[in-house]
C-alpha cells in the first residue's frame, strides 16, 4: 500500500499553526476559567444553568472522570504526562487538518489538567484538577475535559475512516471511484 504523500512544507507549516494555536487557546480558556470558577463560585453551591441538567459546581478533582483513582493522583499524572508525548510524537506526523485539530484539543486539554496536576495543591505530580461543570449529576469537568472528549472523538471518527495521521490514506484498488 503506497503511503500517503507529505504536506507541502508551507501546508504542514499552517497545520502546526492551527494544532499548536488550538492547544493555546485551548489551555487559555481552561486555565481562565478554571480561575474564573474559583473567585466567583462557592463549593456545595451549585448554579443551575440549565435546570438540574448542567449545573456550576466548583470542586478540587485528585482523580480522573467520575473520581476514579482518587489516590492515585501521581498516577494520571504519569498517564498525562504520556498522552502528552503521544501528541508531540504525532504532531511531528500531522499531514491534515482534521487531525491537527484532534491534536490541538488533545495537546490543550492535556496540559491545561497538567498545569493543575503541577501547580495546585498538595503539591506538584499530585495536584487537584479544578472541576465546575456538572452534567445530570454524573460527573464534574472543566474545559480541558471538554477538549479532551472532543479531540476523542474526532479521533476515533478519523479512525474508522481510515484517515491517517499522515494525511487521508489512499486505497488504490478504489481509485476508479
Request: glycine share 12%; aromatic share 8%.
Amino acid at each position: 500500500m503506497p503511503t500517503p504523500a507529505p504536506a507541502p512544507t508551507g501546508g504542514r507549516r499552517r497545520l502546526y499553526a492551527v494544532l499548536l494555536g488550538l492547544a493555546g487557546a485551548t489551555l487559555l480558556a481552561d486555565q481562565a476559567t478554571k480561575a474564573w470558577a474559583l473567585s466567583a463560585l462557592t463549593p456545595g453551591e451549585p448554579v443551575e444553568l440549565v435546570g438540574s441538567w448542567i449545573r456550576l459546581s466548583v470542586l478540587r478533582n485528585p482523580g480522573a472522570a467520575f473520581s476514579i483513582g482518587d489516590g492515585s493522583t501521581w498516577i494520571l499524572t504519569v498517564v498525562s504526562l504520556a498522552i502528552l508525548g503521544w501528541v508531540v510524537v504525532g504532531a511531528r506526523k500531522v499531514g491534515n487538518m482534521p487531525w491537527a485539530v484532534a491534536l490541538g484539543l488533545l495537546l490543550g486539554g492535556a496540559v491545561g489538567n497538567l498545569v493543575d496536576r503541577f501547580f495546585r495543591a498538595p503539591g506538584p505530580g499530585r495536584g487537584h484538577v479544578v472541576d465546575f461543570i456538572a452534567y445530570f449529576d454524573w460527573f464534574v469537568g472543566n474545559v480541558a475535559d471538554i477538549a479532551i472528549v472532543v479531540a476523542a472523538g474526532l479521533i476515533m471518527v478519523l479512525t474508522y475512516r481510515g484517515t491517517s495521521i499522515a494525511g487521508p490514506v489512499h486505497h488504490p484498488e478504489h481509485a476508479d471511484d
